[in-house]
């Protein structure tokens, strides 16, 4: 399948990355007018499914997934970033929460991998 990096961020130890790839399994049901399906035909909007991973020294240790995002473009997705400070909902500052806490409770379980090289 294939994956862009679309963000990254590191430390000496950890980074998190997002990628997205495209929706290959897009439900629309809920598109009573068709105006979505219209607007992805057209190219107005685009469907993507993203992974945040965390990786520890190199090795991915957490992953937190998301499908069937429809924008009109992919980078709008993380323009919502810091917006939960603010009082609003992001699922991309969700996304990269759920995954650091993954990876700090897969560190806590497997003690072993923070002498990994």
């Known amino acids: 399948m294939y994956k862009e990096r679309m963000w990254k961020f590191s430390t000496p130890n950890f980074t998190v990355v997002w990628y997205v790839s495209p929706c290959d ?17 057209s190219g107005k ?3 993507f499914d993203s992974e945040v ?16 995002s429809i924008y009109e473009n992919v980078k709008d997705f993380r323009d919502h970033f810091g917006a939960a400070n603010k009082g609003y909902g992001s699922y991309f500052s969700d ?23």
């Open 53 to 68: 991973s965390v990786f520890f020294k190199g090795r991915k240790i957490a992953s937190e997934y998301l499908g069937q």
């Open 45 to 47: 909007y685009v469907a």
């Open 25 to 41: 399994d897009l439900d629309l049901s809920w598109d009573d007018d068709g105006s979505i399906r219209d607007g992805l035909n």
């Open 95 to 117: 996304m990269v929460r759920q995954a650091i806490r993954e990876a700090r409770t897969f560190l806590k379980a497997v003690p072993t991998m923070r002498g990994v090289a």
